[in-house]
């Protein structure tokens, strides 16, 4: 079955900085990458995904960088704003099947004003 | 699109009261909605998978007569929280995932607080 990785698991920027969230997944069939922000006792809320036909994908401040060799794919938001402050999740399918979700351990972002 | 509904938001009651989430595709048809469980400061941890017509699927570790899930329709999920003790208190969330197989997103729900006391 799939084991995702995520890192850091504390990342603490200035306002207008970018941040980077990286990670890593084990099965290499996997071929579809969510990632997820959730603030302090509210649901999941997905913020961009990937699939694993392109490298890269970009939605204003945010985008999504896959390698599929080395099997991480990373999140980077540029312009930090403190409205960014939350907890991101990676996600990749859990097994081969791929119809249930295994999630990161997240990372908890702060942007300093 | 894609909203879910999970209700209720919040519980608290005593140890050894039975209670019953509820979670609701409003605008879309959900064969299958799958259940988490998280606990403070940490990830969300897939309990169960539930299909619409048939039996659950627990994830290892999972009571299966712990947490009853029902499916009845293609719309409603529910999680029965059996005789809860205070180590079932935690925060329960709902996804659901539109037709299309699993290279498509999940939506949650609002997500259930639930304290026993």
């Known amino acids: 079955g799939e084991n995702v990785e995520q890192h850091p698991s504390t990342l603490s920027v200035q306002e207008g900085d970018s941040a980077v969230i990286k990670c890593t997944y084990s099965?290499?069939?996997?071929?579809?990458f969510p990632w997820y922000k959730q603030e302090l006792g509210k649901r999941p809320q997905l913020i961009i995904d990937?699939?694993?036909?392109?490298g890269e994908k970009k939605d204003q401040r945010i985008a999504v960088t896959l390698n599929k060799t080395a099997k991480h794919f990373s999140l980077h938001i540029t312009e930090t704003q403190p409205e960014d402050s939350a907890v991101y999740f990676c996600?990749?399918?859990?097994?081969?099947?791929?119809?249930?979700?295994?999630f990161g351990a997240g990372t908890r972002l702060f942007v300093k004003a | 699109g894609a909203v879910v509904s999970q209700h209720p938001s919040w519980v608290i009651c005593k140890s050894g009261t039975s209670v019953k989430i509820e979670c609701r595709s409003l605008?879309?048809?959900?064969?299958?909605m799958f259940w988490y469980r998280q606990f403070p400061k940490q990830s969300l941890m897939l309990m169960a998978t539930?299909?619409?017509?048939?039996?659950?699927?627990?994830e290892q570790g999972v009571e299966k007569d712990k947490f009853l899930i029902n499916h009845a329709s293609l719309t409603l999920s529910t999680l029965t929280v059996t005789s809860a003790h205070p180590e079932d208190s935690s925060f329960y969330i709902c996804?659901?995932?539109?037709?299309?197989?699993?290279?498509?997103?999940?939506?949650f729900g609002d997500g259930t607080r639930l304290s026993i006391l």
């Open positions: 996804s659901a995932r539109d037709l299309g197989g699993a290279a498509q997103p999940q939506h």
């Open positions: 099965d290499s069939a996997s071929n579809y």
């Open positions: 990937i699939r694993s036909n392109v």
């Open positions: 996600a990749a399918p859990k097994d081969t099947g791929g119809f249930k979700t295994i």
């Open positions: 605008d879309f048809q959900a064969t299958t």
């Open positions: 539930s299909n619409e017509g048939s039996k659950a699927t627990y």
